[in-house]
């Protein structure tokens, strides 16, 4: 996500969702949510966990400004391939989350990592304003398959409640 603009060559503040900052210019081409908008980085540098950079396009410290709080996003391909038992968020949410007894139990909405590890955010089926939390770990999750659309939950999720959001 684009935080500000930098100095007044045009340089924007990036907040980068990656292993590491830099690989921010190892994906190629970034754009916006909608697809339309999309930029190269032509330079770039590492501060403070931010990336300082330079896109195609943006010259003027007016022009990185506009860009403030815009999401940036990468083509799937260009990411590296994930490891067994490992999966990018965006592959998780909208998969339909099943108890180990078969049943519905909702949709993956969200996923978050508060800092002690990621959680799964559940949709209810039937009343979208009810959410249920769940810690993404082995107790809690059997299964994911990601060509299913499912996550199979365990016995323990049990445990944790709907709440009214």
Do not use: C
Not at 2 to 16: D, K, L, T
Not at 25 to 54: H, M, N, P, Q, W
Not at 87 to 92: D, M, R, S
Not at 118 to 137: A, C, G, N, Y
């Amino acid at each position: 996500m684009v935080i500000s603009a930098f100095g007044v060559r045009g340089e924007v503040r990036i907040r980068p969702f990656t292993s590491q900052p830099e690989n921010i210019a190892r994906y190629g081409e970034i754009f916006d949510e909608s697809g339309e908008r999309r930029f190269s980085v032509e330079g770039f540098r590492v501060k403070d966990g931010t990336v300082l950079a330079r896109l195609s396009g943006i010259g003027t410290r007016n022009a990185a400004e506009a860009l403030a709080g815009m999401h940036l996003y990468v083509s799937r391909q260009s990411l590296p391939q994930t490891e067994e038992d490992e999966w990018y968020y965006a592959e998780l949410i909208g998969l339909e989350a099943y108890g180990d007894d078969g049943a519905l139990w909702g949709r993956v909405k969200a996923v978050w990592d508060f800092g002690a590890g990621d959680v799964l955010e559940l949709e209810h089926m039937e009343d979208k304003k009810q959410s249920l939390l769940i810690p993404f770990t082995r107790e809690n999750v059997a299964g994911v398959s990601v060509p299913d659309a499912r996550i199979t939950l365990t016995e323990m999720a049990r445990r944790f409640e709907w709440q009214r959001s």
